[in-house]
């Protein structure tokens, strides 16, 4: 099993920043992959990005790159999405989850809601 703990999210105004940070717990040993998605109100959940554990490859929807970065800190078992020059639009849950690589997202966090007012 894995645990998935998200923190970071918040209220902030548009053309700001946040940091999301998503703690990995339990045999994190066997992830292959880990995102970031989010919903907003009334929308299906949405891919926003993801990065190999054990690599440095990364994936981003169009939405949002140039704009969020993922990263991670394998000591920590803590990846990472840096959101710069956020928009109104961005405001959602944004959950993280890792991947065995078996064709779904295996695990998933709680949640954490960012908010990004106009």
């Known amino acids: 099993q894995v645990q998935l703990v998200e923190s970071g999210g918040g209220l902030v105004q548009a053309g700001g920043s946040l940091r999301l940070s998503c703690a990995a717990s339990?045999?994190?040993?066997?992830?292959?992959?880990m995102g970031w998605f989010r919903q907003a109100p009334g929308k299906d959940r949405e891919f926003v990005g993801s990065?190999?554990?054990?690599?440095?490859?990364?994936y981003y929807a169009d939405s949002v790159k140039g704009r969020f970065t993922i990263s991670r800190d394998n000591a920590k078992n803590t990846l990472y999405l840096q959101m710069n020059n956020l928009k109104p639009e961005d405001t959602a849950v944004y959950y993280c989850?890792?991947?065995?690589?078996?064709?779904?997202?295996?695990?998933w966090g709680q949640g954490t809601q960012v908010t990004v007012s106009s």
């Open positions: 989850a890792a991947t065995l690589d078996l064709g779904r997202w295996d695990y």
């Open positions: 990065m190999r554990w054990h690599g440095s490859s990364t």
């Open positions: 339990g045999r994190t040993f066997s992830i292959q992959t």
